[in-house]
T-cell receptor, first 112, second 109 residues
Framework: DTAVSQTPKYLVTQMGNDKSIKCEQN?????MYWYKQDSKKFLKIMFSYNNKELIINETVPNRFSPKSPDKAHLNLHINSLELGDSAVYFCASSPPSYYEQYFGPGTRLTVT | TQLLEQSPQFLSIQEGENLTVYCNSS?????LQWYRQEPGEGPVLLVT?????EVKKLKRLTFQFGDARKDSSLHITAAQPGDTGLYLCAGDDGQNFVFGPGTRLSVLP
């Protein structure tokens, strides 16, 4: 069984569209995250979500919004997509100690 | 300015060679982790170090946490092509959890 799964693996869409990426973890972790990895492979945290507490990286545009229907899921919704949103987005989860991250396989988003 | 710096940025070596990559910061970290990321996949956790001066070994990989908990190193003995990947350090300084920019390692057969 895949510990952290994401769908879709690839997403190609046009500017201005709204899209969602889904994430599910079966590790029983309380905290989930969304990361953006740019073309230079720099991994930057966007959100962390723990027991209904959302911590937002202040540099993330408000077009991005995480939605958590339950502890095992943290979806990412993006409004009005822009060219600069093209990147690989990773979902991750972690146990309570040491912030150890367990990553999903990533979603490659291409905005045309 | 990044909270975590990694060096070198790129490293290309021949199979069988030894290498060391570094992760440095001016901040003190309560814990620090190393990850390896292969193309098209998410980063995979290799190790977590929490005590200053701590050394952990994972087969041919040796991880060290600096005495002051501001830096760490990863040493690979007798590198193999399967070690090729992006090596990322990450840490928690009590206020932020951040990743370094990574060292891209290529081991040539």
């Amino acid at each position: 069984d895949t510990a952290v799964s994401q769908t879709p693996k690839y997403l190609v869409t046009q500017m201005g569209n709204d899209k969602s990426i889904k994430c599910e973890q079966n590790l029983g972790h309380d905290t989930m995250y969304w990361y953006k990895q740019d073309s230079k492979k720099f991994l930057k945290i966007m959100f962390s979500y723990n027991n209904k507490e959302l911590i937002i990286n202040e540099t993330v545009p408000n077009r991005f919004s995480p939605k958590s229907p339950d502890k095992a899921h943290l979806n990412l919704h993006i409004n009005s997509l822009e060219l600069g949103d093209s990147a690989v987005y990773f979902c991750a989860s972690s146990p309570p100690s040491y912030y150890e991250q367990y990553f999903g396989p990533g979603t490659r988003l291409t905005v045309t | 300015t990044q909270l975590l710096e990694q060096s070198p940025q790129f490293l290309s070596i021949q199979e069988g060679e030894n290498l060391t990559v570094y992760c440095n910061s001016s901040s003190v970290f309560s814990s620090l982790q190393w990850y390896r990321q292969e193309p098209g996949e998410g980063p995979v956790l290799l190790v977590t170090v929490v005590t200053g001066g701590e050394v952990k070994k994972l087969k041919r990989l040796t991880f060290q946490f600096g005495d002051a908990r501001k830096d760490s190193s990863l040493h690979i003995t007798a590198a193999q092509p399967g070690d090729t990947g992006l090596y990322l350090c990450a840490g928690d300084d009590g206020q932020n959890f951040v990743f370094g920019p990574g060292t891209r390692l290529s081991v040539l057969p």
